[in-house]
Antibody, heavy 121, light 110 residues
């Protein structure tokens, strides 16, 4: 069974850093692009970042470009999101999402359960 | 402000047919596929419709999608209480090279 399990969410102060992880299982992880999508409490969905199967192609939402870094380790079936210079508006549930295809433009297919990041002093 | 426009709410009675619209532009829905997601209260989103009108296995055929020009619609027939959820449309945006979502539609089953 395909599973995506996020971890690393926490309460952090503005300006600090945090690293999220996503452990994938049940499918050929290195055959698919992957994404992070977030949802502020009570709000809608916002795509954050995506990368291709081999990390050769990466994209970010303007709201996080320059502060967040998406990466993957295919040997560990893991996806990461390094978040720096966190702001209160980054408070959200962060979802790990599998793409339909090798790249990150095929479509957002399968979602993890999410991990909560709270940025507050 | 979302680049895809959805009505904030929709409602219907059990057994009815309801539709949810998603309006975009020639940079997103026009040239690209539309995806729909269902988010039940307190849960993660799940894929409901992909590539405009395809249903993943396990999604009842009461759910259907369509696209015309720069707009798309999700239709739910034979409405059931368990369909009460938030529904989101999404599409690739060419000039931004990014995925964009609609603001979401809260469906209430009366």
């Amino acid at each position: 069974e395909l599973q995506l399990e996020e971890s690393g969410g926490d309460l952090v102060q503005p300006g600090r850093s945090l690293r999220l992880s996503c452990k994938a299982s049940g499918f050929g992880f290195d055959d698919y692009g992957m994404h992070w999508v977030r949802q502020a409490p009570g709000k809608g969905l916002e795509w954050v970042a995506g990368l291709s199967w081999n990390s050769g192609s990466i994209g970010y939402a303007p709201s996080v470009e320059g502060r967040f870094t998406i990466s993957r380790d295919n040997a560990k079936n893991a996806l990461y999101l390094e978040m720096n210079s966190l702001r209160t508006e980054d408070t959200a549930f962060y979802y790990c999402v599998k793409d339909f295809r090798l790249l990150w433009s095929g479509g957002l297919e399968t979602w993890g359960q999410g991990t909560l990041v709270t940025v507050s002093s | 402000q979302s680049l895809l426009t959805q009505p904030p709410s929709a409602s219907g009675t059990p057994g009815q047919r309801v539709t949810i619209s998603c309006s975009g532009s020639n940079s997103n829905i026009g040239p690209n596929d539309v995806f729909w997601y269902q988010q039940l209260p307190g849960t993660a989103p799940r894929l409901l419709i992909y590539r405009n009108n395809e249903r993943p296995s396990g999604v009842p055929d009461r759910f259907s999608g369509s696209k015309s020009g720069t707009s798309a619609s999700l239709a739910i027939s034979g409405l059931r209480s368990e369909d009460e959820a938030d529904y989101y449309c999404a599409a690739w945006h060419d000039s931004l090279s990014a995925w964009v979502f609609g603001g979401g539609t809260k469906l209430t089953v009366l």
